[in-house]
Structures are given as C-alpha cells and as structure tokens.
C-alpha cells in the first residue's frame, strides 16, 4: 500500500511540474524568436546603411587603447577649436584698434582751435606740380642735406614743391614762436621744436615765423618768445648755425585792406626790423628773403601767389636760390 501511495504521488507530482515546464519551453522558444528578429534586423540594417558596429573588447588592455585613442582625438579636437577662437578674437582685437586708430587721427585733424586759427594758410595754393631740372640749382642739394626748417605753413609749401633736397621741414598751420613750444604737428605727438631733439647733427636751422604774430598787441612779447624759442633750438643743436627768415610780403591788395591779422606790408617791414635785433641778441643769422620776392612797391607781385600771401612755386625757388647763394 505504502509503494502505491508514493507511485502515485510521484505521478501527481509528475503532473504539476509538466504546466510549468511546458510554461518554460514556450517562453524559450518565444525567447529564441524574437532575437531572430532582432539578428535580422541588425543585419538588414548594416547591409543598408554599410554600418559595422564596433564590437566590444574582449580585454582590459583593449579597452585601454580604445580609450586613450578616442581622448587623443577629442583633445585634437578641443585644440583646433581653441585655435579657431583665439584668432578670432586676434582678428576682432586688430580691427578695433585700427578704428581706434583711425577716429583718433580724424579727431586730431578736426581738433584745430578757433583762437589759433591759421593767419598764413594754404588752402588755396596751387594744384602741386614737379619742378623741373631748370628750377632747381645743383647746390641745393649739398647745402640742405643737413640742415633743418622749422616754423608755419609757408614751409608746407616750400616742402610740397620739393626745392629743399634732403633737409628736414617741420611745421604747422597757423604755428608762432609761442606754440611752438607744445602744439604737434600733424599724426606726431612731441611739440614741433622738440623734431630737432632726434639724435640728427644738423648744421644749420632755418626758423619762418613772424607772419601769425604781427596781429600780437604786445611786440615786446614776441621779441620776448623767440628768444626763448631760439634758445631751445640751441639747446637741441648746439653746432648748428641758426638763421631767420625775413617775413614774406604780401600783395598790395592784400596790404590795402588790413584786418585782424594786420597783414600790411609796413608791418611786415616793422617785424624784420625786430628780426634783425633778435639775430644780433642771440648770435643768430637774419636772412632777407623778402628781398629777392618783393617788387619796386615793396610789395609781392600779383602773379606770385594766388592768395596774395603764399608764394607760387615760381617764387618758392627765388627763396630757396636766395639762400643757395648765401652759401
């Protein structure tokens, strides 16, 4: 009885267990369909796209080389970027600064002053020609190539026409023996007297002033500054001979209607009087260009300027021939 009891309940055991291994071998083969699917996929999937996804490494050292490769590439990459970056904040930081650049020369150009307005200006010159061989005597050049201008704009004309060789101009519009002293010229940034301290030897300096002052009420003030001015030339060039130059006549018609400025030709001769006595103070040279311009009234001739006080070219080689024949 005890050997059927247990048969039996083998058998109902036996019974039980069938359900779930039946369960069992359905969610396997359930299993094994669906990654089928998912293996077909995949395959049809390269075959498409021609995709072979990377297989994993089978090793630590594998997995190592894989890493130190994918952070070499990401740091090239992180270098190209940084590179990109900062030219272009180099490119951004240059074209700043050439605005800068450009709107600080436009506001000096534009920063001329009303009360220092130019009495000898040269806007209406004329249209800038080349001179010729004929012009230019062949010792000009030997005498200027050490020597040095310094004054007002009748040197920018005597610069533009090229008659002064290898000398060294410098000048300002509407520039006098006092602002001489502190004023630029244009794009530099040391006052005008202060081009002479440039390490040259130069021997000998021409100073042109006297024609924006003869409006000063005050001639003693005048005389007073360019001594001081000729003192600080001294002091920059202590071997170089200093000459200066007679004022410049103007037309009788310019002389017959006096203003402001007092631009009369009995005024001009009063200043190189006072010239005279300046050179003979402080061991300095006068040079009477006015001279070798003037006409039999003492005047400048009509036909040597279109203003009636710059100098055409023509008589800007009369000046300069006069002082060639000073030696």
């Not at 030339?233 to 006549?249: H, M, R």
């Amino acid at each position: 009885m005890d050997e059927d009891k247990k048969d039996s309940e083998k058998q109902d055991q036996k019974a039980k267990a069938m359900p779930a291994e039946n369960e069992n071998s359905e969610k396997q083969d359930e299993n094994e369909s669906w990654k089928e699917v998912l293996q077909q996929d995949e395959k049809n999937f390269e075959e498409k796209y021609d995709f072979k996804p990377i297989e994993k490494p089978e090793n630590k050292a594998e997995q190592v080389i894989r890493h130190g490769k994918r952070s070499a590439v990401k740091e090239k990459y992180r270098r190209e970027v940084l590179k990109r970056r900062i030219l272009i904040v180099v490119i951004c930081v240059l074209v700043l600064l050439f605005l800068i650049l450009l709107f600080t020369k436009a506001c000096h150009q534009g920063s001329a002053s009303p009360q220092k307005a130019d009495t000898v200006s040269s806007q209406s010159l004329e249209p800038v020609s080349e001179p010729s061989d004929s012009m230019i005597d062949s010792n000009s050049s030997n005498i200027f190539d050490h020597a040095a201008f310094l004054g007002n704009s009748l040197l920018e004309d005597l610069n533009t026409y090229g008659l002064v060789g290898n000398s060294d101009c410098f000048f300002k519009k509407g520039l006098n023996v006092s602002t001489a002293m502190d004023e630029t010229m244009v794009g530099h940034n040391i006052p005008v007297v202060d081009e002479l301290n440039n390490g040259k030897n130069y021997d000998r300096v021409y100073l042109v002033f006297g024609e924006n002052e003869l409006g000063w009420s005050s001639r003693d003030t005048f005389i007073s500054e360019y001594k001081t001015l000729i003192q600080k030339v001294k002091e920059y060039q202590p071997n170089a001979k200093i000459y200066l130059t007679s004022l410049f006549p103007v037309t009788k018609a310019v002389s017959d209607e006096p203003d402001g400025r007092n631009l009369t030709n009995s005024a001009v001769d009063s200043a190189d009087e006072e010239l005279k006595e300046i050179a003979k103070d402080t061991g300095s040279t006068f040079v009477d260009v006015a001279s070798a311009v003037k006409n039999s009234e003492g005047a400048l001739p009509d036909d040597a300027s279109t203003d009636g006080i710059h100098p055409n070219m023509e008589y800007c080689q009369k000046w300069v021939d006069y002082l060639v024949s000073l030696g």
